[in-house]
């Protein structure tokens, strides 16, 4: 990527402070941004297109007698940001008393995260980045020629600037890489496809070779799926699965929805929802992991988390309204969806801890079972109830994996699978160096098949 | 809008022939801008009102055979012209790299300015107005029960414009209003909690709100919610389905619209990629994707500038058409008819469906269920995807109903199918003689977002997969 511009995203945002600073407003903060981003797309045969972006823009939250006004801009010239700050004030006159707010954070002081931003990214060229793509294309190739190709490269280089009415004043600089392939072969009417991926803050994190020659096995390994009868098994979730699970049950505990009582995690602060041995740590405070930053979305600062220990919910995670409804600390989980004003919240950097047992463990000891390689658990997240198709999977029979399945789905409660966890590994899969996952057995689930 | 000093449509041309000069087969600039206003009603409470505008360019290329895309929103001239640069500096660092090749079919040149027309401008509506309306539709559902625990109601109004030039010499420029209202309902009783939804959409100004009958909108999502806290889990395994018009719209979108995206097709992505002309479906199945349809993915021009038509997929079972970007139709042997489209000017424009549907059969809603013993019948779309590579689709309904000889019985909730896309469309037996297209949404594709609408008539499947709890 060409080095970003010079563009000045303070002096912008501090202008639009000094003028809401004097229109009478209960609070307000405003947030700019800045990024460059470049990607190589891949489709077909190959590397495909080459993609790069600046992106800039800069919004207002005005609050006014509890009401909310919203304004954003693409640009920072003064005049559009003297019509942003206008069109936010008096949005917020118009918008009725929200009765929940309470107002925002002040400011705190949090040390800071190092390793958040790689040079080596920020100065990525795309011709350097289509050659990382070609060695992934060719580590597929190594294991077995003939894919056709999905996926390509992402990196991107951020810059953001907060300044609040209670003090505030956050500046945060980010770098990310992405990368994903997906090859398709194809045997007659045999389909074997598969996907492997990898994010992170750096670019030395990512192995472009691993990716390719693990995408290609797992794609070979597709071939030959069969159908499978419904019935009532035990299921082993890889990493690509147990991840879906345990970030479904996070968004079920973060924020406006879950204090509001609309969530099916909305009465389980304080309850025993899994095992002893099931504890999930959320930390936005690691160095160079991929999540991570010293202050959330509205400048509280991030800290480490114990959402779920020995199977008990101990906190939900907060921002500030959300914490203010509850009468509690805000945990630091604020996010900030870019420029357009939106504040949520959710998980930072997920850590579920490992267990004692293998993944060939797991497998050896299940007479029939189903081992989902990649699923994405899907719940009503009001009722928690789900009904998802397992993407990727093989049967196992007599302690051994065998054919790949198709066409199968399961149902259930997302409280029982919590419930039913019977295994946690000890390997698992580190993510942008803040993630991790096991593999992670449950006794049974409820399967829709032939 | 005025870049330096140069006018919008100079900076284009100006950066097409530039492009052209600087070694570019095909050059194209596309300036896109949305202005949007966003009201939030929360039980009883509009508590937030925003409004943003965004703009830029996005510039593609073609250079020694492979594409470059660049886009940036810093309105300057310079920042534009390093735009091109970069899109032609990236062609240029992967041209040396095996794939994909760029080729593009020639197109004659269109010069159109389209402005889509309104009854009613949503800028002649106040402010309060708009929150009075959208509190009104609210208490509806706030005061259908006792069980109604939340309710929410959103308005949103954009405004888009979009003006496409390139190398053959077309510039367009498409105006495009647009209003999007959406209820949604959580009741309760004990500790069983459901939901409701309505939405409304499509190509209009303000006369869409007027048009909200609430007893068929706000009254209805609370009805919804209300009378499935009553509903049992589906049961499991494989039955025979009969799908209203929202989940036959959800179904033909997922499982096979995707499919015949052409992009998908010539990239190997797609389960029909070798089936042209062949039997796909049943004789039943008759596949249109029509942009110029009057619903949701309404346009005049797609944003590579060819005119939208309506396009024929299945005809009576048999493949006939894939959907057309310049690109696969060069590849494929087609004619683009108008489906390629980007999110905005950060995006290149891909494949995209407009409003997709199953074709009207001759039977009545009563004649499609008569046969069923045992089924299931869906209603309400909720969400949906499909691995086109594999052709394996998920639709998720917001309800439905056992059928037992023929007729609806015992009410159920969070229902999903699941299935393999040749397989299904092969076993519809049935089809109801009256087409309804009102699914207004959004299709993720690729990281881009896009208007779509669905629609089909009640349809019946042979041995579809229901996944439940029980």
């Known amino acids: 990527m060409k080095n970003m511009e010079e563009i000045d995203i303070r002096s912008p945002v501090e202008k639009a402070a000094k003028m809401l600073s004097k229109m009478n407003l209960d609070f307000f903060d405003v947030y700019a941004a800045y990024s460059r981003s470049l990607s190589i797309e891949v489709l077909g045969k190959g590397i495909k297109e080459a993609v790069s972006r600046t992106d800039l823009g800069l919004g207002v939250r005005a609050y006014k007698n509890k009401g909310l006004g919203v304004a954003y801009s693409q640009s920072l010239k003064t005049e559009d940001i003297e019509t942003t700050v206008r069109k936010a004030v008096s949005f917020a006159t118009v918008a009725q008393p929200d009765p929940h707010f309470k107002g925002m954070p002040g400011p705190s002081k949090a040390p800071k995260v190092e390793g958040l931003c790689d040079p080596e990214v920020a100065s990525l060229s795309l011709d350097d980045a289509g050659k990382l793509v070609k060695n992934m294309i060719e580590a597929v190739e190594n294991v077995r020629k003939g894919a056709m190709y999905a996926g390509g490269l992402g990196a991107g280089h951020m810059k953001g600037f907060l300044v609040t009415s209670t003090g505030v004043s956050v500046e945060a600089e980010k770098t990310s890489v992405s990368a994903a392939i997906v090859p398709t072969y194809k045997e007659g009417d045999d389909i074997g496809s598969s996907s492997e991926y990898d994010y992170a803050i750096s670019l030395k994190e990512i192995d472009f070779e691993k990716i390719g020659k693990q995408a290609a096995e797992k794609a070979i390994e597709q071939f030959g799926s069969e159908r499978v009868e419904s019935g009532i098994l035990p299921i082993i979730l890889t990493p690509e699965s147990s991840s879906s699970l345990v970030f479904s049950l996070l968004g079920a505990i973060s924020g406006e929805s879950v204090v509001k009582g609309r969530t099916y995690a909305s009465g389980c602060l304080g309850k025993q929802i899994a095992p002893q041995f099931f504890s999930v740590v959320d930390d936005g405070t690691i160095p160079g992991a991929i999540s991570s930053g010293a202050f959330d979305g509205e400048g509280v600062p991030r800290r480490r988390v114990v959402a779920i220990e020995k199977g008990v919910v101990k906190t939900f995670l907060h921002n500030y309204y959300s914490a203010g409804i509850l009468g509690v600390e805000?945990?630091?989980?604020?996010?900030?969806?870019?420029?357009?004003?939106?504040?949520?919240?959710?998980?930072t950097n997920v850590q579920v801890e490992h267990g004692d047992s293998t993944l060939d463990e797991m497998v050896a000891e299940t007479k029939t079972g189903i081992l989902a390689t990649n699923m994405i658990f899907t719940p009503n997240t009001v009722s928690g109830e789900f009904s998802s198709t397992i993407d990727e999977g093989f049967l196992i029979k007599n302690g051994e994996k065998k054919h790949p399945v198709k066409n199968l789905m399961v149902g259930g409660h997302m409280l029982e699978l919590f419930r039913d966890i019977e295994l946690v590994s000890k390997e698992g899969r580190t993510i942008g160096k803040g993630y991790f996952f096991p593999n992670i057995k449950l006794k049974q689930i409820k399967l829709a098949g032939k | 809008m005025v870049y330096g000093e140069l006018c919008l449509r100079d900076l284009l041309e100006l950066i097409v022939q530039k492009g052209l000069k600087a070694g570019a087969s095909f050059c194209e600039a596309r300036f896109f801008e949305e202005r949007a206003k966003y009201i939030s009603v929360e039980n009883g409470v509009a508590k937030s009102m925003s409004s943003g505008i965004l703009h830029g360019v996005g510039v593609r290329v073609i250079v020694n055979g492979k594409w470059g895309f660049a886009s940036t929103n810093v309105s300057t001239k310079i920042s534009v012209e390093r735009v091109l640069c970069d899109a032609i500096g990236g062609a240029k660092s992967i041209s040396a790299q095996k794939g994909e090749e760029a080729e593009i079919v020639d197109q004659k040149p269109v010069v159109e300015t389209v402005v889509h027309e309104v009854k009613l401008n949503p800028d002649d509506v106040s402010e309060e107005e708009k929150v009075k309306r959208m509190l009104e539709i609210e208490k509806a559902s706030r005061t259908y029960s006792e069980k109604v625990k939340d309710t929410f109601v959103s308005y949103r109004e954009v405004l888009s414009k979009i003006m496409v030039h390139n190398s053959f010499g077309t510039l367009v420029e498409e105006t495009t209003p647009r209003i999007m209202v959406y209820c949604n309902v959580i009741s309760k009783e004990g500790t069983n909690m459901q939901s409701g939804f309505e939405s409304k959409g499509n190509v209009a100004g303000y006369e869409l709100v007027e048009t909200i009958e609430i007893e068929k909108f706000s009254l209805k999502a609370a009805e919804t919610a209300v009378k499935l806290l009553d509903a049992s889990p589906p049961p499991r395994g494989t039955f025979t389905v009969v799908v209203d018009p929202d989940v036959g719209g959800l179904f033909v979108h997922e499982a096979f619209g995707h499919n015949s995206e052409g992009d998908l097709v010539f990239g190997g992505q797609s389960i029909i990629a070798d089936k042209m002309g062949q039997k796909v479906a049943s004789d039943l199945v008759t596949i249109w994707d029509d942009p110029t349809i009057h619903k949701n993915g309404h346009f005049v021009y797609d944003h590579e500038g060819t005119k939208a038509e309506p396009h024929l997929i299945?005809?009576?079972?048999?493949?006939?058409?894939?959907?057309?970007?310049?690109?696969?139709?060069?590849?494929?042997?087609?004619?683009?008819?108008?489906s390629a489209r980007a999110q905005n000017h950060h995006s290149s424009p891909i494949i995209r469906m407009s409003n997709t549907y199953f074709a009207a059969g001759d039977m009545s809603l009563e004649?499609?269920?008569?046969?069923?013993?045992?089924?299931?019948?869906?209603?309400?779309?909720?969400?949906?995807?499909?691995?086109?590579?594999?052709?394996?689709?998920?639709?998720?309904?917001?309800?439905?109903?056992?059928i037992r000889n023929g007729e609806l019985s015992e009410h159920l909730r969070d229902v999903a199918i699941n299935g393999l896309t040749l397989d299904a469309l092969k076993n519809v037996s049935a089809v109801s003689n009256e087409v309804r297209i009102e699914m207004p949404g959004m299709c993720g594709k690729s990281g881009q977002s896009m208007y779509v609408d669905a629609g089909a008539p009640y349809m019946r499947f042979e041995g579809i997969v229901v996944g439940g709890r029980r």
């Open chain 1, 330 to 347: 805000p945990t630091g989980h604020a996010v900030r969806g870019g420029y357009g004003g939106h504040v949520g919240a959710g998980p």
């Open chain 2, 367 to 402: 004649e499609v269920l008569e046969d069923v013993k045992t089924g299931v019948f869906l209603s309400g779309s909720q969400y949906g995807y499909v691995e086109t590579q594999k052709g394996q689709f998920t639709c998720k309904a917001e309800q439905g109903w056992l």
């Open chain 2, 314 to 338: 299945v005809n009576k079972g048999i493949l006939v058409g894939y959907l057309h970007s310049l690109e696969s139709a060069a590849k494929l042997g087609g004619k683009p008819q108008g």
